[in-house]
């Protein structure tokens, strides 16, 4: 059982997701922050964070929704993705397709799998800020957000219900997705994957991590305006008024961007408002 959670690529456990998220994290410290390898380790390490009953929690969590819920996950998945079918062959029929699109089937691969990215993402966005503006789903994901400090398995710090919500929104924005997309398009195209993951999925899994991560690495300028930036996460974890209601994105940052809920840390000038998670590597 154990080895299925650290091979698993559908897992935060899975050993070279977290080998990245830490040589990420030590990198960033070290041509970023200008610390050595002995002071990066220490930080990325500390005791205070890891030799907690706050890091306690998110470890057993993390076990409990990958051993056990997600078990119930898979048939849930598999229920709202059998709805395809029928739909697709209903639109499908002579009598109901407007037209259709003819293109080769690998740039029909990659539109598909943009189609399908966007729509998780999308899904992620608005399920994540619906679960903090709606006064009963925000009773479920106050767990999440009662960690004290961050750790690599904050992500699965959460009530057994709030996995139970993002699977039926996201596999739903999914399904959706393509079955407008094979509405218009001839061929079967199927996603691109990655490991067996579909592209969306990997990037979110090679990310989730490096977002909890106890530094809040800062991604260059350029790049935190497409994906999110692990320190744009941690000010959605501070306990700032001024961060209040910011920063919902899981991968992309535009949604929040074009929503107007984008929080960022412009210059060190505002070094005096950095929430306390930003004081643990000074």
Known sequence: MLQSVFLNPKSIFFVPFLVSGIFITLFWLK??????????????????VWLTRQAAIDLSFSFLILVVVSKGLVPLESFIFSAIGPIETFLGAPATRIFTLNLSPNVESILVTLIAMLAYDFASYFTHRWMHTNPVLWRIHAFHHSAETLT??????QHLLEPVLLTVTRT???????????YFFATNAHVITVIGLG????IYMFTV??????IPVRYPHFLR?????????HLHHSADALY????YGVIFSFWDIWFKTYADLHSEQ????????YLKYQ
């Open 225 to 233: 305006k497409i994906l999110v930036s692990p320190h744009v996460h």
């Open 31 to 48: 041509v970023s922050e200008r610390k050595s390898l002995k002071q990066s380790l220490k930080l990325l390490f500390a005791p205070e």
């Open 244 to 247: 209040s209601g910011k920063n």
């Open 209 to 214: 991590n490096l977002h909890h991560s106890p």
């Open 270 to 277: 505002n070094h005096h408002k950095r929430p306390q998670f």
């Open 172 to 182: 739903s924005a999914v399904v959706l997705s393509l079955v407008l997309f094979h």
């Open 152 to 157: 690599f398995f904050t992500t699965y710090r």
């Open 199 to 202: 592209l969306g999925f990997f």
